[in-house]
């Protein structure tokens, strides 16, 4: 086959792939505005069809076979290293979006549940000590006769209460990491 007729029918294809390389070029000028995985595949996709641009011009400008060869081999060289960049990155972004949309899914749902939790487990507690606090003055009232018993019967709940509300109060501690986010233990100082 002619050469020339190989360079019209590589400008005519490099023609028809306008519908693939006209929007890589927008994904490219874009910028950051696209992820890296796609400029990558709009800049194999520019460079393939660039190639078959600049193999067209090769057809009608050489009589020799090696240079549009050799220019076809480069051009699909460097095409190939860019889609196989761009599907690694790809990879990579979809296991990144994945963890994210995990931790917004677990997240604020197992935090609202520890945070429901804890609160129960502490109003319990405090309730269990007042329970007990007004058992115990009760008694205390009715089994101690005397000005004494009074004192005792205010003393001894008080001391009840407090001490349930010290017991809530450390039962309650690991749930205490539900409002930042994060475990004390798991923030790191400034050496880690």
């Known amino acids: 086959m002619a050469q020339p007729v190989l360079a019209l029918g590589a400008a005519l294809l490099t023609v028809a792939g306008s519908v693939w390389y006209l929007p890589a070029l927008t994904d490219l000028r874009a910028g950051a505005d696209r992820p890296d995985s796609r400029r990558d595949a709009a800049a194999a996709c520019v460079s393939a069809w660039g190639t078959a641009g600049v193999i067209a011009v090769l057809f009608a ?20 290293g860019l889609w196989t960049r761009a599907a690694v990155r790809r990879r990579h972004e979809a296991e990144e979006t994945a963890r994210h949309w995990a931790q917004l899914r677990s997240g604020p749902t197992a935090a609202a549940d520890r945070s429901r939790n804890g609160r129960t487990v502490f109003a319990a507690l405090v309730a269990m000590g007042v329970a ?11 089994a101690v006769p005397g000005g004494g018993g009074y004192w005792l019967a205010a003393a001894v709940p008080a001391t009840l209460v407090a001490l349930f509300l010290l017991i809530a109060a450390t039962v309650t501690h690991p749930f205490g990491h539900v409002r930042t986010g994060r475990h004390p233990r798991d923030v790191q100082g400034p050496t880690g």
């Open 61 to 80: 400008v050489t009589e020799a076979w090696w240079i549009p060869g050799l220019t076809t081999a480069a051009g699909a060289a460097i095409a190939l």
């Open 132 to 142: 007990t606090a007004a058992a115990t003055s009760a008694l205390l009232l009715t």
